[in-house]
């Protein structure tokens, strides 16, 4: 069993729609929760960064972790044609893995006009 | 530089040879992050450097795989005896300090036939 799981998709929407991505992960140690997203040929970029559990919100998006059922989310609200790309959770457990990331397998998101 | 460059941007080898792949990370940060992303999936964590030093690199898949940060900036990874399985697009990134926010370049697909 993979550490972190993401459903693949894809998963194809209309623009403006409110999108919701998620993923599972298996232990309990992580504590730092992040969003990237990634467009072909690109390296990720940050979406989110959130620590423990709870909301964060940024402009459209929106970050949710529960810790209790080990379930991270990303809803994206008012999705436009440029937020087509696949988006990656990621967890990190801080301590001595600080630098370490522990990526999920991504979602493929396309926004059409 | 403005981000994390990486050079080549693409390499095609034979199986059974040896590559380096170069990674200049944003100038003044101190921590340098190896991760490789087969077709299809998210990152795979390798190694990361603190400075010169390899502060965690349990990620490199056999001892086949080596990297170096001599002066604390740019930073190798080096692949001997390559293998078919090695084909995959190698990520770097760097942060500010381990535990910051990591900053990705594009990558190098590699290519191994």
């Known amino acids: 069993q993979k550490e972190v799981e993401q459903d693949p998709g894809p998963l194809s929407v209309p623009e403006g729609a409110i999108v919701s991505l998620n993923c599972t992960y298996s232990?309990?140690?992580?504590?730092?929760f992040m969003w990237y997203r990634q467009y072909s040929r690109k390296g990720p970029e940050l979406l989110m960064y959130t620590y423990s559990s709870g909301n964060k919100e940024d402009g459209r998006f929106t970050a949710q972790v529960d810790k209790s059922s080990k379930y991270i989310s990303l809803f994206i609200r008012d999705s436009q044609p440029s937020d087509s790309a696949t988006y990656l959770c990621?967890?990190?457990?801080?301590?001595?893995?600080?630098?370490?990331?522990?990526f999920g397998q991504g979602t493929i998101l396309t926004v059409h006009p | 530089g403005a981000g994390v460059s990486q050079t080549p941007s693409n390499k095609v080898t034979e199986k059974g040879k040896y590559v380096e792949l170069r990674c200049d990370p944003i100038s003044g940060h101190t921590a340098l992050y190896w991760y490789r992303q087969s077709l299809g999936q998210g990152p795979e964590f390798l190694i990361y450097?603190?400075?010169?030093?390899?502060?965690?690199d349990s990620g490199l898949p056999n001892d086949r795989f080596f990297a170096v940060r001599p002066e604390g900036s740019v930073s190798t990874l080096k692949i001997q005896r390559t293998e078919r399985g090695d084909s995959a697009v190698y990520l770097c990134a760097s942060s500010l300090g381990a535990g910051d926010t990591q900053y990705f370049g594009p990558g190098t697909r590699l290519t191994v036939l």
């Open positions: 232990n309990s140690a992580f504590q730092y």
């Open positions: 990621a967890v990190n457990a801080g301590g001595t893995s600080y630098g370490k990331l522990t």
């Open positions: 450097f603190q400075g010169t030093g390899a502060a965690d």
